[in-house]
């Protein structure tokens, strides 16, 4: 099994910035790829980014966020700048196993989510 | 990139069969074998029932079954039971690293 845990959310002010972290544990060798999916309050999810042999991100993310990995550590991180009222939601980490041609398109773990509020 | 386009609730009685459906492009659905389907409870994380089109991840009851046809995938729940009240979410590969997920659909087991 594995374990994702995120940290780093809050309340933040309009324009301002924030990381958040993912550490992850257990059988950790069968990951290959690492996504951050959000849902804001009482809507659907939305896909922000994922890393593993390659890097991409969703439109509502280029160019404010950013994924990075400390493998060292086993840990995610999403840095969100310039962050609006409408990037608040809870975020999840995530975690795809396989490393054939399309594992990157599942994701098979998932964290609890960490809550950002972005509001003055 | 638009969301994939899923109807906002589904219904079925105990036992019966409903299917659910996921409609996108050819950019993304019609072009790749890569459609999930999630399941979430309120509260709780989302959690694989499909993946690629049609495989079911160990654990997952084999009344879950997903196809693909065009730009449309479905995911059908047969023998409906009480703990398949949920919400479902389809996601696809949309090319250049993107996933996308669909609007979601609230499943209510009547």
């Known amino acids: 099994e594995v374990q994702l845990v995120e940290s780093g959310g809050g309340l933040v002010q309009p324009g301002g910035s924030l990381r958040l972290s993912c550490v992850v544990s257990g059988v950790t060798y069968r990951i290959n790829w690492m996504h951050w999916v959000r849902q804001a309050p009482g809507k659907g999810l939305e896909w922000l980014s994922r890393s593993g042999n390659n890097v991409g991100y969703a439109e509502s993310a280029k160019g404010r966020f950013t994924i990075s990995r400390d493998d060292a550590k086993n840990t995610l991180y999403l840095q969100m700048n310039s962050l609006r009222v409408e990037d608040t939601a809870l975020y999840y980490c995530?975690?795809?196993?396989?490393?054939?041609?399309?594992?990157?398109?599942?994701?098979?773990?998932w964290g609890q989510g960490i809550l950002v509020t972005v509001s003055s | 990139q638009s969301a994939l386009t899923q109807p906002p609730s589904a219904s079925g009685s105990p036992g019966q069969s409903v299917t659910i459906s996921c409609t996108g492009t050819s950019s993304d659905v019609g072009n790749y074998n890569y459609v999930s389907w999630y399941q979430q409870h309120p509260g709780k994380a989302p959690r694989l029932m499909i993946y690629d089109v049609t495989k079911r991840p160990s654990g997952v009851p084999d009344r879950f079954s997903g196809s693909k046809s065009g730009n449309t995938a479905s995911l059908t729940v047969s023998g409906l039971q009480a703990e398949d009240e949920a919400d479902y979410y389809c996601?696809?590969?949309?090319?250049?690293?993107?996933?996308?997920f669909g609007g979601g659909t609230k499943l209510t087991v009547l």
């Open positions: 995530a975690a795809g196993e396989g490393a054939y041609i399309g594992s990157g398109s599942k994701i098979d773990y």
């Open positions: 996601s696809s590969y949309a090319g250049s690293n993107n996933l996308i």
